[in-house]
């Protein structure tokens, strides 16, 4: 079956840096885009940021852009997002998604599979 399984969330303090892992399975990793999404409390869930399967394009919210990056490595069926400079309005439960069509990679609605999250405290 279809599984997503983030990883690498932990509390840090704001400043540092963090990595964060997708690992997906039971589809086919290389032909389809892959979102960032995070949710904190009391707030709906936002785009972080996406990469294409093909020329690996990225494209980011503004309030990431600069700081954040993200990768994937079709080999491993993972998808990465390296987050650099931390803040504490970072803070929340980041899912990865996974999305065949790409027809609007900032609208969560369009996602087909999503990972159940992994939360990132970042500490003043």
């Known amino acids: 079956q279809v599984q997503l399984v983030e990883s690498g969330g932990r509390l840090v303090q704001a400043g540092t840096s963090l990595r964060l892992s997708c690992a997906a399975s039971?589809?086919?990793?290389?032909?389809?885009?892959m979102g960032w999404f995070r949710q904190a409390p009391g707030k709906e869930r936002e785009f972080v940021g996406a990469?294409?399967?093909?020329?690996?394009?990225?494209y980011y919210a503004d309030s990431v852009k600069g700081r954040f990056t993200i990768s994937r490595d079709n080999a491993k069926k993972t998808v990465y997002l390296q987050m650099n400079s931390l803040k504490p309005e970072d803070t929340a439960v980041y899912y990865c998604a996974a999305d065949r069509s790409g027809n609007d990679l900032r609208d969560r609605h369009k996602y087909d599979y999503w990972g159940q999250g992994t939360q990132v405290t970042v500490s003043s």
């Open positions: 039971g589809f086919t990793f290389s032909s389809y885009y």
């Open positions: 990469i294409t399967y093909t020329t690996r394009s990225t």
